[in-house]
């Protein structure tokens, strides 16, 4: 870069610039991108802490991305319900807002998020395919048990013990291959989890191989414990979409005991425009037996009750 710029001054030489003022103009350039660089400014999400993690569990570096909830500090013996969400990568950002949102309009606890996440150097599209699914298809799938196991061994533990996270009410959350992971987590984990927000689960995968894990759990179980929130948009593509709609079925249809079940269709959305309506209206579904007493925050300003 600085190769051409240094050609491009020398070549108007011809017009009186000498190499005296080549270097001054070179010299004026760097200390204003100099300059620059110390000026601007990143916008930071408060209240979050990266805390990287070497599993002895997938025997690899992961990374959580923890979100706190405003009253963490000051109130430092209160333990808080915990959102274990996937793709913390690309999905922090909206869960911050989202969960800042529902606060607002006091339809859910306060709550800490623990995101699941790689280092900045993993290759994000092969890492989740790796974790999230249950069954193989070849090398590169087919270890969530192995990340189920990590969770609830390696990553709760140390959000229990750490950062105030409490042992019940814990929720997962994920979309695509990340509902895929949330609704098998359902039955490879009974009783870890008491919410489950699956958005556009690739029930899909492996020949929809979970409708035969749910058969398989049908046939030694009459009880699925959890709140379910699943969802899928009407314009995602139908190969995706289908199956998506026919375990909805299959799962109502199933009337396990202490199921609560809410299937949602998001009309006119795609594959991952589904997140923002369903996150909300997912975490809602989950913690709706926890929702607050009292205003919303807009009905407080209103009232200027406290």
Request: include cysteine; glycine fraction near 8%; hydrophobic fraction near 40%.
């Amino acid at each position: 870069m600085l190769k051409n710029v240094g050609l491009k001054i020398i070549g108007l030489e011809k017009y009186g610039f000498n190499q005296y003022w080549y270097f001054c103009v070179l010299f004026l350039g760097l200390a204003a991108s100099a300059y620059a660089e110390q000026g601007t400014k990143q916008f930071v999400l408060a209240n979050t802490e990266i805390v990287p993690i070497q599993s002895k569990i997938t025997g690899r570096n992961h990374e959580l991305v923890i979100v706190f909830p405003s009253s963490y500090q000051s109130q430092p013996e209160k333990k808080y319900p915990v959102l274990y969400y996937l793709d913390a990568y690309w999905d922090t950002p909206l869960l911050v807002s989202t969960y800042g949102n529902l606060i607002y309009d006091n339809e859910v606890p306060e709550f800490i998020m623990v995101g699941l996440s790689y280092p900045a150097t993993a290759d994000y599209s092969k890492e989740r395919r790796l974790d999230y699914t249950f069954t193989a298809i070849d090398e590169g799938s087919g270890k969530a048990e192995q990340f189920l196991s990590f969770i609830q061994k390696e990553v709760a533990p140390l959000v229990e013990s750490k950062f105030r996270g409490a042992t019940s009410d814990r929720v997962i959350a994920g979309n695509s291959l990340g509902g895929l992971f949330t609704l098998t987590a359902a039955y490879n984990a009974p009783g870890f989890f008491s919410g489950f927000v699956a958005l556009s689960p690739a029930v899909e995968w492996d020949k929809q191989a979970i409708f035969k894990l749910d058969d398989a759990y049908a046939k030694k179980n009459k009880t699925l414990n959890g709140r379910v929130f699943i969802s899928y948009g009407t314009r995602e593509y139908p190969v995706f979409r289908d199956p998506i709609i026919k375990f909805q079925k299959v799962l109502a249809e199933r009337r396990y005991q202490g199921l609560a079940l809410q299937n949602y269709v998001m009309q006119d959305l795609d594959h991952v425009t589904v997140k923002g309506d369903g996150f909300v209206r997912g975490l809602m579904w989950v913690w709706k037996p926890k929702k607050p007493v009292g205003p919303s925050g807009l009905e407080k300003a209103y009232t200027g009750e406290k």
